[in-house]
């Protein structure tokens, strides 16, 4: 009986809050320094004084550690599979309309603003992002395409998605930040798909 | 004979370094908490402590100025005429090649890179560089637009011309980072040539 109140006050039981507040601090560290695929779950474990089994109770997944060290609104293991998930057909407007969406309602709280931050300040950042960016997302949309170079087609997508949140939230240019989401999910989605299925040099 | 000297050791005469470094700083330190719009000639001379016409004299425009100040290697208003000047036929490709062809030359001395670093991390970096791209690109591109909603289209290219900057040298996702630039001028300088003369809603 007071086993467990004796382990909780030393802060190592499962659920106890402080244990779980260590792992994502040395998830952070660990991630920060040496980008999302060389930082291994054992390493933060280590860091964080528990053993490895207890951070897969917590989190499930490294990538799940991830997004709730960088406190992200959503994993988008959970996310992508349902966008990508009904096909090639419509995915660059499923995809805008699904980005903007969130966007919007994130509004100034929105965590990815705080990692384009430091990833445009970091090279260890930009690495991090880059990483973890690729085996999140865009692998997952890379193989959902049928045409050929698929994780370039998954970069330009990126590019253009990147691109929207830079003009549209940070330099939040005029005419842009004021146009109405579906006219954006028409215009950028037929750009997204472009990148998926048309040829790249149709020379 | 002496008056010359006399003025040139008070720091005060046209060609006089230290002179021209005054107005570089209080140029920057108007156009960061005042935006590039509001940040006049005139209060930029009282704040260096010269005249108005000194300011010219160095500098000709505002925009000169600014380019100056932050130490870009073109000014937009030398190279844009050339690039918008033959029309819109194939203006998207032009812009595509001139942008990679400009950020392959300068590499990590980009001083773009630079800019926006600070715009992401402070909004009146983001409200400095809104104004200036505005002023000196996206209305000079708006102009040359026959579709409707020019500076809206003109924002869209600017919202992928960021993207591939981001995307490529920020973020360096590896297969776009990789891309040979005649494939990339070819895929984005569609896209940009959708944003400038396709339809915005074709429903």
């Given at each position: 009986?007071?086993?467990?109140?004796?382990?909780?006050?030393?802060?190592?039981?499962?659920?106890?809050?402080?244990?779980?507040?260590?792992?994502?601090?040395?998830?952070r560290?660990?991630?920060?320094?040496?980008?999302?695929?060389?930082a291994?779950?054992?390493?933060?474990?280590?860091?964080?004084?528990?053993?490895?089994s207890?951070?897969?109770?917590?989190?499930?997944?490294?990538?799940?550690?991830?997004?709730?060290?960088?406190?992200?609104?959503?994993?988008?293991?959970?996310?992508?599979p349902?966008?990508?998930?009904?096909?090639?057909?419509?995915?660059?407007?499923?995809?805008?309309?699904?980005?903007?969406?969130?966007?919007?309602?994130?509004?100034?709280?929105?965590?990815?603003?705080?990692?384009?931050?430091?990833?445009?300040?970091?090279?260890?950042?930009?690495?991090?992002?880059?990483?973890?960016?690729?085996?999140?997302?865009?692998?997952?949309?890379?193989?959902?395409?049928?045409?050929?170079?698929?994780?370039?087609?998954?970069?330009?997508c990126?590019s253009?998605?990147v691109?929207?949140?830079?003009?549209?939230q940070?330099?939040?240019?005029?005419?842009?930040?004021?146009?109405?989401?579906?006219?954006?999910?028409?215009?950028?989605?037929?750009?997204?798909?472009?990148?998926?299925?048309?040829?790249?040099?149709?020379?």
């Amino acid at each position: 009986m007071t086993d467990t109140r004796g382990s909780a006050r030393r802060g190592r039981r499962p659920g106890d809050s402080g244990t779980r507040e260590a792992i994502l601090d040395a998830a952070r560290g660990r991630f920060s320094s040496e980008g999302f695929r060389s930082a291994t779950v054992r390493a933060i474990a280590g860091d964080a004084g528990v053993d490895p089994s207890l951070v897969m109770h917590f989190f499930g997944t490294k990538q799940a550690l991830f997004v709730a060290a960088m406190e992200f609104p959503i994993n988008p293991a959970d996310v992508v599979p349902h966008i990508v998930g009904p096909g090639i057909d419509g995915l660059g407007e499923r995809l805008v309309r699904f980005l903007l969406g969130l966007v919007d309602e994130l509004g100034e709280a929105n965590p990815m603003l705080g990692l384009v931050r430091s990833a445009v300040g970091h090279p260890d950042a930009a690495r991090m992002m880059r990483e973890f960016l690729g085996e999140a997302i865009l692998d997952r949309v890379a193989a959902a395409i049928e045409a050929d170079r698929p994780r370039l087609r998954a970069d330009l997508c990126a590019s253009q998605i990147v691109g929207i949140l830079m003009a549209r939230q940070i330099l939040a240019l005029p005419e842009l930040a004021a146009a109405d989401r579906e006219t954006l999910v028409g215009v950028y989605g037929r750009t997204i798909q472009r990148y998926l299925t048309e040829p790249l040099d149709p020379r």
